[in-house]
């Protein structure tokens, strides 16, 4: 037993002496970073660098992480003595904090980690992030120190300044001392080369007030490219992203941008820096150290932090098209369309306003099916009628010709007197004139009789229109007189003072009155006197009119008084039976009603109720 636990700790020992340098510091290395800052980590775009780092840290499943944050603010604080009174304000502070890996954000910072390392964190690796190409070329950091390189170029701004400005003819630089400048320092030897085809316009290291004067009259075709502002000249220092929104409030063109923390401050977008990119590779690399990888085996790389991103209301100003904009581009802040805003509430009332259209056509549909069928029906009965009419008119027809016969033969002989006037010596011109006013006249009477009787015959389709039911009445009793008194019947006509009026059609209802009254003549046919019809009109209320015909025959039998209005159904040797059938339904097609009853003092009653026109 004994012997096992000397052997076991004799191989731990062998192992931690052969092992690599940088794997037994690592063992010893405590989970722990220090982000130390250049600038104040309050601003919008050095927090998100540490945002992405924070996040990344959170995401790092293993061991838990303690990340210490220090900003050196170099932007506001600078000059030796501050930062050895900063250096010993670190060693007091972290005296009992073992760090295990320094992570500084800009070159400036890396420069103040790799001086104080000796000092305040020996055998420590470094991290950077935030540090310009041409600045890490410079700076030529030692192996154990490792990074994220930053990569911008004003070629860059310049393609989507194009893309913003289509016919881009000036580009004017805006910000702070190109030395002062952070991640477009080197913009300033490529502005010194030019650009082919475009004037650039330098605003640089100007005061605020200088600045936002010249901003607001700038040339058409031109587009600003802003790259920084941290003070405004007078010993105020702001974040570059709050100079930018003094600048975009009176800029008269576009302002491209090449950080992502400028879209919200009115950059219109560009090739823009990421922040959190920045920082999430800082914290992959530290934590990839912390987890014993040596910083040798992770060399210093160019990241891919840069986006193109645009601001969809600034597109929305200056009248960029989406189409314009480099591939691959990210709108950012695009307001919903009123559709997408009010997304259910569309999709819910285009529903109701399916479900209602769907409904009101089939509605519609029903609708033009009845109509239809009315039409068909009303038709038939039209055909239907025409043929009980046809019938009428062959059992008038006796009293029509002799109705035509009268004003003939008086025509003949009126005609025949007046050749005799004129043949003699003197003829006596007046009573030619007299006689040729009665041949007139008795002309006239004919195609009275005539048009009656056309109009009787007439194959007309249902139609309503408005009338006087006593109009129609009188018209109907004058066609009916002649064959009254060829059936020795005393027939007569009581209107009501008022006007009747109703919606109807004349033909129709004339055709249920000499049904009616054909009728009383045929039951009164075998009486061998006292044959009376009497026809009425009346006002009943306020709401119709009534027809009724009374006659002096037999009645109807009790027992019948249902079945009259059947179709078929007759009590005459030459009788149909549709007479009162076809006179119901004309009647129910005016919406009115038709019935019959027997009189207390003998003969039968028809009456006809329709309503009044509004
Ligand atoms: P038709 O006249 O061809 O018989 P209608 O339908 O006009 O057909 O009449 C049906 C029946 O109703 C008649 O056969 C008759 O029996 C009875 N009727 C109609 N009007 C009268 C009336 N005024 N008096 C007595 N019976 C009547």
Redesign the pocket.
């Known amino acids: 037993m004994g012997s096992a636990i000397r052997l076991s700790g004799l191989i731990i020992l062998l192992a931690m002496l052969f092992a690599p340098a940088g794997l037994r510091a690592q063992q010893m290395r405590p989970h722990s970073m220090l982000v130390l800052d250049q600038s104040d980590r309050r601003g919008p775009f050095y927090y998100q660098v540490f945002v992405g780092l924070r996040d990344a840290v959170s995401a790092h499943g293993h061991a838990p992480t303690t990340v210490y944050t220090e900003s050196v603010d170099l932007n506001r604080f600078g000059g030796e003595a501050y930062q050895e009174d900063f250096r010993q304000f670190l060693q007091a502070k972290y005296r009992d904090r073992p760090i295990g890996v320094v992570v500084a954000v800009g070159a400036a910072a890396l420069e103040l980690a790799l001086r104080w390392r000796p000092q305040l964190w020996p055998d420590t690796p470094i991290v950077f992030s935030l540090v310009e190409e041409a600045d890490f070329k410079r700076m030529r950091p030692p192996a154990y120190v490792t990074g994220g390189i930053v990569s911008s170029k004003l070629s860059d701004a310049v393609t989507a300044a194009r893309a913003v400005v289509p016919d881009l003819k000036t580009v004017v630089l805006v910000g702070a001392d190109w030395e002062r400048q952070v991640l477009f320092r080197n913009w300033k030897d490529q502005a010194a080369a030019g650009i082919p085809g475009l004037d650039i316009i330098e605003i640089i290291g100007r005061p605020m007030p200088e600045i936002v004067e010249r901003v607001a009259a700038l040339p058409d075709h031109s587009a600003i490219i802003y790259t920084g502002l941290y003070s405004d000249g007078k010993g105020n220092y702001y974040p570059p992203s709050d100079a930018l929104a003094f600048v975009a409030a009176r800029a008269s063109r576009p302002i491209v941008i090449a950080a992502e923390t400028f879209l919200e401050a009115g950059g219109i977008g560009g090739f823009a820096i990421v922040p959190s990119l920045i920082g999430a590779d800082a914290a992959r690399r530290a934590l990839r150290i912390l987890d014993g990888e040596a910083p040798e085996s992770l060399p210093p790389s160019v990241i891919d932090a840069v986006k193109p991103i645009f601001n969809w209301r600034q597109m929305q100003h200056w009248n960029v098209s989406e189409a314009n904009l480099p591939k691959g581009s990210e709108i950012r802040f695009r307001e919903p369309t009123i559709l997408e805003r009010y997304r259910w509430r569309a999709v819910a009332l285009v529903t109701a306003l399916l479900v209602q259209t769907t409904l009101i056509a089939f509605l519609l549909h029903e609708r033009f099916m009845r109509r239809k069928a009315e039409v068909e029906s009303g038709n038939r009965l039209s055909d239907l009628a025409h043929i009980n009419r046809q019938a009428t008119a062959g059992e008038l027809s006796s009293s029509i010709a002799h109705e035509l016969n009268q004003p003939l033969g008086s025509i003949l002989t009126n005609a025949e007197t007046a050749e005799l006037i004129l043949g003699s010596p003197r003829p006596d011109l007046q009573e030619v004139r007299e006689i040729i006013s009665d041949i007139k006249r008795d002309d006239l009477r004919a195609s009275e009789v005539i048009r009656r009787m056309r109009s009787l015959l007439k194959r007309a389709p249902f139609e309503k229109k408005d009338i006087d039911l006593n109009q129609t009445m009188r018209e109907a009793f004058d066609f009916l007189k002649l064959q009254a008194s060829a059936r020795n019947v005393a027939i007569y006509l009581q209107t009501s003072p008022q006007t009747l009026r109703v919606k109807g059609d004349p033909v129709q209802l004339q055709q249920v009155i000499l049904?009616?009254v054909v009728?009383?003549m045929?039951?009164m046919a075998k009486m061998p006197y006292g044959r009376t019809i009497i026809g009425r009109t009346e006002l009943n209320g306020d709401a119709s009119a009534v027809i009724s015909i009374c006659?002096s025959?037999?009645?109807?039998p009790q027992d019948?008084l249902n079945d009259?209005?059947d179709p078929f159904?007759?009590?005459?040797e030459q009788?149909?039976?549709?007479?009162?059938?076809i006179?119901r339904t004309i009647v129910l097609a005016h919406s009115g009603q038709l019935w019959?009853e027997n009189q207390s003092g003998g003969g039968?009653v028809?009456h006809l109720s329709l309503p009044l026109a509004a």
Do not use: H, W, Y
Request: charged share 10%; no cysteine; hydrophobic share 45%.
């Open positions: 049904n009616l009728n009383s045929d039951a006659d025959g037999p009645g109807i019948s009259i209005f159904f007759t009590t005459k009788g149909m039976g549709v007479g009162l059938s006179a019959a039968a028809f």
